[in-house]
């Protein structure tokens, strides 16, 4: 490598370009009048490459949250400004509502998530019983159901490619295929130290330093290492959800169809998606792994562990389907901070430290619907120091 190449001053710099990094930059530079300097660095080539485009699209309408907590506020506001948003870029999304079927033994379950979603103010909420259920979902087994009205399905990568394309183009500065590592406080500010990796085996990689007034770790799975660079200490434990498709059958389900949660560390179970390109999405399974970089060599060594999981869950919630149905999908890593067996439901960590630092840790789901809130949570910390 050569030596370090000292680049500008920046006012912020947000490290990680996923769906949340994306809207704090897109939020930044649609500020009135807003003159900032704004870089984002990312270690992949692209932005949005893991689990802000390899989950299921869903709006959620943030029932499943514990009240009071921020998870909860955050994801019941990013439902109403999702919306808007997706409105204003131009991005095709479907408001078909979300319907939690009940089993004989999951009636606590389902009347808990009301209780939360009366307290948590996401509006619209209906009980179904067995022939209003037919009549929206034909092929659903249960016979008691909660109706989510707000819930609905987008496209997260095509969302978070415009996010890029109108930040871009607003002034702020990718620094991508660029890994931090490490960060130091200066007089007015921070300094980051950066690598960045050459696609080319010839060349060498290129040692960057920039430095920054505030700083904002949105790193994901890597947010925990970010903020172990300034002393502040979580643990996250990278999780994959892995998906199946239906592809044959698009009759089966007309919306979204999710089972009564367990409230533990499996997340809110293994549902059936109608995606925008009407093919049906099942997942995700939490599968926990040692490294959080897991090439996928390693995750097709579980696939063939896994498709019977999926099918029993799926043929637990609807008729009609068979093994031969489910073809492999794709996979994600989320950003756990429950490790595998917790009975604790964590809430986002939203944290400055030290001062004008702000560490966003643990945004796992539903943390793509919150991503709008998130941003503008993040953005009213910081804009009286802007």
Known sequence: MTGYDDGHRYDVAVIGSGIVGLFISYTLAKMEGNRLKILCIDKECSVALHASSRNSGVIHSGIHAKPGTLKARLCVNGNRMMYTILDRLSIPYRRCGMLIVCTDDSMGALEELQRR?????????????????????RYVKADTGLLVE?????????????????SRASGVEFMLKSTVVDIGEVVDGYRIEIVERDTDPMEHDVKRRVTAGIVINSAGIH????????????????????YYIIRNKPYIVNSLVYPTPTFDYRGIGVHLTKRLDGTIAVGPNAIYIDEKDE??????????KSIDEF????SEIVEGINREDLEYGYYGIRARLAGYGSRDEPDFVIEEYPTKFIHLIGIESPGFTASPAIAEYVVNMIRDRL
């Not at 979603?117 to 929206?136: C, F, K, P, Q, T």
């Not at 609905?152 to 969302?159: H, M, S």
């Not at 979580?234 to 959800?241: F, L, M, R, S, V």
């Open 117 to 137: 979603g009366y307290a948590n103010g996401v509006g619209a909420m209906r009980l179904l019983h067995s022939d209003e259920i037919r009549r929206i979902e």
């Open 311 to 314: 099918y029993n869950k799926a």
């Open 150 to 166: 707000s819930a609905g399905v987008t496209d997260p990568k095509a969302l978070a490619y415009r996010l890029y394309e109108y």
């Open 295 to 304: 090439d996928g060599d390693k995750v097709k060594g579980k696939v063939n």
């Open 223 to 242: 947010a925990d290492d970010i903020a172990k660079m300034l002393g502040l200490k979580y643990t996250i434990y990278p999780c994959i959800g892995e």
